[in-house]
């Protein structure tokens, strides 16, 4: 009989799955694994073993597996992307609150982000959960809302001027990565639940179709410190082997750079999405 166990890992965001091995799961482990996914964005599975093609193999059940335009890829293994900080780096991978891939017309599903190195203390991830963040909005607010769209892109991150362009991490990204903009409902109808999920964020979101940037400024700087209140978040402290996996529609994520001198290295798969229609007026 299975052992999985469910566990609150704050009362707005994230839970724990104990009790599980990610190599053999049953059918029915995997369709509670896909429930809790859905239901609280987050998943955490602590001292999973896992060898890159076992990480590859429990991806593949989620779905296709889209290799990033611009993070380093495991040698042999072009499906994992190396999320990596050496104790000379200044500049971490995903050190902005975003969420994956919104940048693309059908962003990703999600991530499934496993520790390899973790440093002594610090490198935390911080998630966000963007259906707790909606139902904490003024039906005012949410009215108004319901009516925009928005428009994402990469490339002030990883084109050229952009952001990494200016760090050390830029010799550690791939060249050459196609860029991409999109333009997504700022309010979505998650594509399995059928909640609604606020969806812009820091990281990718520019402004909203027919505003100018300093107007959409405004709205979406409040909105961003909105969905980072700590009764909508919640952290995790990695250990070596430990897995997260997250819902890229219905939550944020942040990789606290706190552990300059020290190295981590965390091997990330992606799974593809779908493009991603407004929620109901
Ligand atoms: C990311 O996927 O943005 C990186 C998350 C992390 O390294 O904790």
Redesign the pocket.
């Given at each position: 009989m299975s052992e999985l166990r469910i566990r609150a890992v704050s009362p707005g965001c994230g839970v724990e799955v104990q009790g599980i091995d990610l190599r053999r799961l049953t059918n029915s482990d995997f369709a509670t694994l896909r429930d809790a996914f859905h239901r609280h964005g987050v998943l955490f599975v602590r001292g999973q073993d896992l060898e890159p093609d076992d990480h590859i193999a429990f991806a593949r059940r989620w779905g296709e597996i889209v290799i990033n335009e611009h993070f380093p890829e495991m040698v042999g293994r072009r499906e994992i992307a190396v999320?990596a900080k050496e104790p000379e780096q200044k500049t971490n991978?995903?050190g902005g609150w975003?969420a994956?891939h919104s940048y693309d017309p059908e962003p990703a599903l999600g991530?499934i982000?496993l520790a390899r190195e973790v440093p002594e203390s610090g490198g935390d991830?911080l998630f966000a959960n963007m259906v707790a963040a909606w139902n904490g909005l003024s039906e005012g607010l949410k009215a108004t809302l319901l009516t925009l769209r928005a428009h994402h892109s990469s490339r002030h991150l990883y084109g050229p001027g952009g952001l990494y362009e200016k760090t050390d991490l830029k010799a550690r990204l791939k060249e050459g990565g196609s860029l991409s903009d999109a333009l997504h409902p700022v309010a979505i109808r998650h594509p399995v639940t059928g909640e609604t999920a606020l969806y812009v964020n820091p990281g990718h979101t520019l402004r909203f179709d027919g505003w100018g940037r300093p107007e959409s400024k405004v709205l979406l700087d409040w909105l961003f410190q909105h969905a980072t209140q700590p009764r909508y978040t919640c952290r995790w402290t990695w250990r070596a082997g430990d897995v997260a996996l997250w819902d890229n529609r219905s939550t944020w994520?942040l990789?606290v750079n706190d552990y300059d001198g020290q190295r981590r290295v965390?091997h990330?798969i992606t799974i593809a999405g779908e493009a991603l229609g407004a929620a109901a007026a």
């Open positions: 999320v991978i995903g975003h994956d991530s982000l991830t994520h990789a965390m990330r």
